[in-house]
């Protein structure tokens, strides 16, 4: 049996529908992202877990019981919000602490853990800090702690990361992976960076206009997008319209491109079905304009980031995106003429 189920939830405020009926199962110990754009539903749908909205329809049960009509306070669950939402008031510390003050756990016992989650979050020296004495972070850090201070039976953290700088941002990903691997603690993580929500999860739900568009691993959600959206919604992806133009052999013709390519997962489809083409920037090779097999295109765009550098392509009609490590990229000044290929298992394909 799962551990959290939400079966069937909806949400619908007067004059529009926030969530249309959603199933998710996670299982003891499980991190699952909800991840979308603005609007999609996914703070809705974790404040219904947590107990603070109440659903137009439908149960969140946690190891097969029926919480749907229990407060918040009596869920067992942990919360980390967007905003630091300590108490300014009382020190980290007594942050910590409260919780299980509120839980009346004696002194010595609250003591003992209060250690332990300091030295998990590699605080222990700034315990008697305020929050004001804090980076955010640090602030974060702290409203970690005191999520996992009452041994939550299921942790809920709503983008804890997005107001945070881009270095911090990283670190306290990596170390909310770690505690709650550590602690087992079954989560729901609500983010709308699909790169915070690969990096961080065991399974993501991307979410679209209050639906669960598609649930599935991080490799599945990128190698294996159910639909368009999803597609071009997770991670960077050239995308072209095409139709099968030989079934029999796996070959489309992409609108504005002369030569039919071959791409082996068009064979199921039949002769005319349009398509979309979707190409990862790191599955594009570029070689010699007249390579076999290859795509004629200038080098229209660089930009260099870093420990690569993007490349952008014209091939007739279309910009192709591609991304060259290192100095690969030197070979390739702007104007220059390239070939472009691809493997015809790397290219993804979706009717329309
Ligand atoms: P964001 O990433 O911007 O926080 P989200 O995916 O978390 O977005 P929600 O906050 O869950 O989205 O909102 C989902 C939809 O429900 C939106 O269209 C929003 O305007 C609507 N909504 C949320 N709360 C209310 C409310 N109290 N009354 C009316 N509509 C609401």
């Given at each position: 049996m799962s551990h959290l189920t939400v079966e069937n939830v909806s949400k619908t405020y007067a004059s529009n529908t926030a969530l249309y009926p959603i199933n998710l199962a996670l299982e003891q110990g499980e991190?699952?992202?909800?991840?979308?754009?603005?609007?999609?539903?996914?703070?809705?749908?974790?404040?219904?877990?947590?107990?603070?909205?109440?659903?137009?329809?439908g149960q969140v049960r946690l190891g097969g019981r029926d919480l749907t009509q229990l407060p918040a306070a009596r869920r067992q669950m942990g919360m980390v919000f967007q905003a630091y939402s300590l108490f300014p008031n009382l020190s980290?510390?007594?942050?910590?602490?409260?919780?299980?003050k509120v839980r009346g756990v004696d002194k010595a016992a609250s003591q003992q853990k209060l250690n332990r989650l300091f030295e998990m979050i590699g605080l222990s020296d700034m315990r008697q800090r305020f929050p004001h004495q804090l980076s955010g972070g640090q602030q974060q850090r702290v409203a970690l702690a005191r999520a996992l201070a009452i041994e939550p039976q299921v942790l809920l953290l709503d983008e804890p990361l997005s107001a945070?700088?881009?270095?911090?941002?990283?670190n306290l990903r990596d170390e909310i992976r770690r505690v709650q691997r550590e602690t087992g603690t079954t989560t729901l993580f609500v983010t709308h960076d699909q790169e915070e929500a690969l990096a961080i999860s065991d399974r993501v739900a991307v979410?679209?206009?209050?639906?669960?568009?598609?649930?599935?691993?991080?490799?599945?959600?990128?190698?294996?997008?159910?639909?368009?959206?999803?597609?071009e919604f997770v991670g960077t992806a050239n995308c072209l319209d095409a139709v099968v133009t030989d079934p029999l052999r796996g070959l489309i013709t992409v609108e504005g491109w002369a030569a039919p390519i071959l791409v082996d997962?068009?064979?199921?489809?039949?002769?005319?079905?349009?398509?979309?083409?979707?190409?990862?920037?790191?599955?594009?090779?570029?070689?010699?304009?007249?390579?076999?097999?290859?795509?004629?295109?200038?080098?229209?765009?660089?930009?260099?980031?870093?420990?690569l550098t993007r490349l952008s392509v014209r091939v007739g009609p279309h910009i192709l995106v591609t991304d060259l490590?290192?100095?690969?990229?030197?070979?390739?000044?702007?104007?220059?003429?390239?070939?472009?290929?691809?493997?015809?298992?790397?290219?993804?394909?979706?009717?329309?």
């Open positions: 991190l699952i992202t909800l991840l979308g754009p603005s609007g999609c539903g996914k703070t809705t749908l974790l404040r219904i877990v947590a107990g603070f909205t109440a659903p137009s329809g980290a510390e007594d942050n910590v602490r409260f919780g299980l945070l700088d881009a270095q911090v941002r990283l979410m679209q206009q209050g639906r669960v568009a598609q649930l599935g691993t991080p490799e599945d959600i990128y190698c294996r997008p159910a639909t368009p959206f999803v597609a997962a068009a064979r199921p489809y039949p002769l005319g079905q349009r398509l979309k083409l979707y190409l990862r920037p790191e599955e594009l090779r570029l070689g010699a304009e007249d390579a076999p097999g290859s795509l004629s295109g200038e080098v229209s765009d660089r930009r260099f980031l870093g420990s490590q290192g100095s690969a990229a030197g070979g390739f000044p702007l104007g220059t003429r390239v070939g472009v290929s691809f493997s015809p298992l790397a290219a993804q394909i979706l009717a329309v």
